[in-house]
Nanobody, 122 residues
Framework: QVQLEESGGGLVQTGGSLRLSCTASATMLSIKTLGWHRQAPGKQRELVATITSGSTNYGDSVKGRFTISRDDTKNTVYLQMSSLKPEDTGVYYC?????????????????WGQGTQVTVSS
């Protein structure tokens, strides 16, 4: 089992910045895709950003303001959020997809973090 731990959420004023991080607390991982989703109260969960070894993609509402990055040596994905707006308020969930070595086998996995609250005041 691959467990994810998120941190970095909090309360910030409009125009401020936050940096979220998410770490997979497991060894022998081959990570393929990392990403972030968010969910506002009463709304569906939406894609924020994803990153692979060769590309990144962002939801339209965050392009130019958010940056996703990864540190494979630490099994960690980051989300740098700038120029925050009240519409960015919600619970942010990280996810990591890849394979874990179990004995002589590589087993695919998809894991989700517990979520971290981001609140942007107007």
């Amino acid at each position: 089992q691959v467990q994810l731990e998120e941190s970095g959420g909090g309360l910030v004023q409009t125009g401020g910045s936050l940096r979220l991080s998410c770490t997979a607390s497991a060894t022998m991982l081959s990570i393929k895709t990392l990403g972030w989703h968010r969910q506002a109260p009463g709304k569906q969960r939406e894609l924020v950003a994803t990153i692979t070894s060769g590309s990144t993609n962002y939801g339209d509402s965050v392009k130019g303001r958010f940056t996703i990055s990864r540190d494979d040596t630490k099994n960690t994905v980051y989300l740098q959020m700038s120029s925050l707006k009240p519409e960015d308020t919600g619970v942010y969930y990280c996810n990591i997809q890849g394979a874990q070595r179990r004995g002589l086998l590589m087993v695919d996995f998809v894991s989700w973090g517990q979520g971290t609250q981001v609140t942007v005041s107007s």
